[in-house]
């Protein structure tokens, strides 16, 4: 079903035709599956990731050292910057895990800073001056333009991520999540071996960041530091799903979607440092006043009692 | 009852900070035995459970489940070697359904070990049955929030009956009780251990107690000072002095 | 790279004077997370903001920082104040704390942050003093009173409040709500009215330690984050709420970074730091003086 979606999707966006929409779709997208992964550990698990701007860059600088090595495609990198990705999510995890959620989050806001301080010291990348990455031109045996390629492959792990959550939702291993989230103590004394869950948690969802931090350099053609560990990605990933919705796949796609358009008319037509100023406040404001989300706000609506 | 001993504790210890917790536990269970345990608050009963079932760590001294050395191991193995508790307060799973929260320790429970899983049709069917054993069949679809103090109790009991343990520890699953509830979870508590459940009963309902153990042992200030037939020991002197009065 | 000792006695010797500035820095943590249990992950960010308000009373009224920063106590302290009330109604009294809470810190942390930027720009501010330049001589030994001013504040600051905490009513009420709130209620006393003014203190401290922050070094809104690990790495291996195990853990954490930079480089300190909190999760969360 999301296939047809998908496919729905990229027709509608070749219709349009204007290149501007493959552009904007592709950060859209980009953010859906930022939204998406953090959400694995968030909402699904309970445990806070404020280094989502690490996980996402690591991927994107992955590629920059394969194009620099190699010339693997596109969609072949993008699964190895997800393994690199998924490792430092593990070994972050591994460390920490055993602890109090906070600890873990605590940690990810300190790696995010250790990360982009090896990366900024790091020549072979570019170190702070950046690194140029050349876009080609057109897509070997696909031949459509290199955007709408960069928009397919994005849409496609959009698809994959996307199926993930909601194949872990209804699953044993969405159930343990849940327990982890609802009361650890209690988790562990029904068998449920947290740490074990967590950590692949963690590593599934770090994987998938750095999977969508791949294409990156080839859609900015020029990669630095400060760009690749944006802040504004740290802030996303933990605003859009609380806006959007912890509870479900669906509420991390809303919050996407909403706070993404959003920050585009903010940045066009105010200030692009304004418009992270509104996210913070987007932000906090939710969490206080709709912790739920959007979702929750609609399931009031509807009369039901929400859970969660 | 056997001669095996299925649950011995050897100069179990545990401090918080400068609390001395428990001192020096020494106590012996044995397959299929029905053993009381009683205390004042502040005991350290529940601190017994936790480093039991893995939920703490003990400083000093050593559980053997089965013959098999506990220290070390996490509380969800524990769980799956065959021990289970409720907890003193209820720790529910809020965002499931009490069916779901029942769920959980037979899909992580029961289905890890060696030996046929249960399918998701019979998952369902216990789930039903041990709501049916709590009186709380009529609920299933509600949430935990939804319930009252005692119902959560009731949730709790059943959820660690859902482990299919051969240990199964109630700590105080009767407070607040009317009568005839208490005689239910008792004739529930005797069932399980006919069906070959040993069952540690923590309670400070008397009669329960009486009425239930084999054997009693007492807790005060984190020391043992009594462990025998519940007759004897109701009427030691030490015993009376600490918590049950003249 | 050659070992001088010269050159390795004064590197251990700024370490324990940034050290002593680390324990400012660091000490407003301790209340807020050591002791009330609160993961203000957004402290960098009210520390920052400090040594705005003393750039501010700097420049524009010639003021010396570390005096404007006094004057600004009461208002941090306010500000800290409503900060918790908001944080309890929201989340503590809901239970939400661990995701929701951790959020809305985050959330200050940025905002903050942009906010910064959007009213100071990017770029570095310093601030004037006669005690920054001049050093003290002792033998080999340089003592640059840019550091020592604020390890002095520091220290100050530490004993203060340890003496606070140690001595007056308001000072055991808060170590009692750390410990056990429902005792605290048999005493007839609010926890909840404990908490928030102990929160405010947490942030007041911010103000004075973003005061002697721009004394050490120029400031821009960013170098926020840097501290976090750092922070959060000290009060963990100080033993969560004790004043003198942050001290002791802040001096050993200036001088482990000030050899690191010394000797390679100043751009791995917050390595080095993040190392520390890493480490001590893994071998020993309690801390060294820790429950």
């Known amino acids: 079903m999301l296939l047809i979606a998908a496919g729905v999707v990229f027709g509608a966006a070749w219709l349009i035709g204007n290149a501007y929409v493959f552009f904007a779709g592709y950060v859209v997208l980009q953010y859906i599956a930022l939204a998406t992964a953090w959400n694995i550990l968030g909402g699904y698990t309970g445990y806070v990731n404020f280094g989502t701007a690490a996980f996402f860059a690591l991927g994107a600088y992955t590629t920059v050292v394969l194009h620099k090595l190699t010339s693997l495609p596109l969609p072949i990198m993008m699964p190895l910057g997800g393994i690199v990705s998924g490792i430092v999510g593990l070994g972050t995890g591994y460390l920490t895990l055993r602890l109090r959620g906070a600890f873990f989050s605590i940690a990810t806001l300190a790696l995010a800073v250790v990360a982009q301080t090896l990366i900024t010291n790091w020549d072979f990348v570019g170190g702070s001056r950046g690194a140029y990455i050349v876009r080609p031109l057109t897509v070997p045996l696909l031949g459509m333009d290199y955007i709408q390629y960069l928009f397919l492959v994005m849409l496609g792990l959009v698809v994959i991520v996307l199926a993930t959550a909601r194949a872990i939702e209804r699953s044993r291993l969405g159930y343990g999540l849940a327990t982890i989230r609802d009361d650890e103590v209690a988790a562990e004394a029904s068998g449920v071996p947290t740490l074990r869950l967590k950590l692949v948690a963690t590593t599934l969802s770090g994987a998938f960041m750095g999977m969508a931090g791949a294409p990156l350099p080839y859609y900015v053609t020029y990669l630095d530091p400060a760009s690749g560990f944006n802040l504004a990605y740290a802030v996303n990933g933990v605003a859009m799903p609380l806006v959007g919705g912890t509870s479900s796949w669906l509420g991390p796609v809303i919050g996407a979607v909403l706070l993404g358009t959003l920050q585009q008319v903010v940045t066009v037509t105010i200030s692009s440092a304004v418009n992270l100023l509104v996210v913070g406040l987007v932000l906090v404001a939710f969490v206080i006043v709709a912790p739920n989300g959007i979702l929750g706000l609609l399931r009031l609506r509807g009369g039901r009692h929400g859970h969660d | 009852m056997t001669d095996v001993a299925l649950l011995e504790v050897t100069n179990l210890g545990k401090r918080f900070g400068g609390f001395i917790a428990l001192q020096a536990i020494e106590l012996t269970v044995r397959d299929g035995e029905r053993v009381g345990l009683i205390g004042p608050n502040g005991s350290g009963k529940s601190t017994l459970v936790n480093c039991v079932c893995g939920t703490l760590r003990n400083e000093t001294g050593s559980v053997r489940f089965a013959g098999q050395v506990l220290d070390g191991l996490s509380a969800h193995e524990r769980t799956r070697l065959g021990l289970a508790r409720s907890f003193q307060l209820p720790r529910p799973f809020n965002t499931l359904t009490l069916a779901e929260n029942l769920r959980i320790p037979l899909l992580y429970t029961v289905n890890a070990r060696p030996g046929a899983a249960l399918s998701a049709l019979e998952i369902d069917e216990r789930c039903t049955e041990l709501l049916h054993m709590v009186g709380l069949a009529d609920k299933a679809t509600r949430m935990p929030r939804d319930l009252t103090q005692i119902e959560m109790r009731k949730l709790e009991l059943a959820r660690a009956m859902a482990a299919s343990p051969r240990l199964l520890i109630a700590d105080e699953a009767m407070a607040g009780l009317s009568h005839n509830e208490v005689d239910d979870i008792l004739t529930l508590l005797i069932q399980l251990n006919e069906q070959g459940v040993t069952v540690i009963l923590i309670e400070h309902i008397m009669r329960a107690v009486m009425h239930f153990s084999q054997r009693l042992v007492v807790l005060v200030a984190g020391r043992k000072i009594a462990d025998g037939d519940p007759g004897d020991v109701v009427r030691d002197p030490d015993v009376v002095r600490a918590y049950l009065g003249e | ?291």
């Open chain 3, 1 to 291: 790279m050659e070992m001088s000792f010269d050159l390795l006695g004064n590197a251990v010797v700024s370490g324990l004077l940034l050290g002593g500035f680390y324990a400012a820095v660091t000490i407003g943590v301790s209340i807020s997370f050591g002791m009330l249990d609160i993961v203000n992950i957004a402290h960098p960010a009210f520390i920052i903001l400090g040594s705005y308000i003393a750039y501010i009373g700097n420049t524009t009224f010639g003021m010396d920082p570390i005096l404007a920063s006094v004057i600004a106590l009461p208002a941090f302290y306010l500000l800290g104040a409503a900060v918790y009330q908001v944080y309890y109604v929201a989340f503590e009294r809901r239970g939400e704390e661990a995701l929701r809470g951790l959020a809305f810190f985050f959330g200050l942390l940025f905002i903050t942050e942009v906010t910064l930027v959007l009213v100071f720009g990017v770029d570095y501010r310093l601030v004037e003093a006669p005690y920054i330049g001049p050093s003290l001589h002792l033998g080999v030994i340089d003592l640059p009173l840019r550091l020592l001013v604020p390890c002095l504040v520091g220290l100050v600051m530490v004993g203060g409040l340890q003496l606070f905490m140690s001595s007056t009513f308001l000072g055991r009420a808060i170590l009692a709500v750390a410990q056990d709130q429902l005792a605290l209620r048999l005493m007839a006393a609010n926890p909840i009215r404990i908490k928030r003014i102990a929160f405010g203190l947490s942030i007041a401290t911010a103000s004075l330690a973003g005061a002697v922050l721009i004394v050490i070094q120029p400031v821009e809104p960013s170098i926020g984050r840097d501290y976090i690990g750092r922070v959060f790495a000290i009060c963990v291996l100080g033993g969560m709420g004790s004043f003198a195990g942050t001290l002791v853990a802040a001096l050993a954490l200036g001088v482990v970074e000030n050899l690191t930079s010394t000797f390679y480089g100043p751009s791995w300190a917050p390595a080095v730091a993040f190392g520390f909190l890493l480490i001590t999760l893994a071998v020993r969360p309690a801390g060294i003086f820790g429950r």
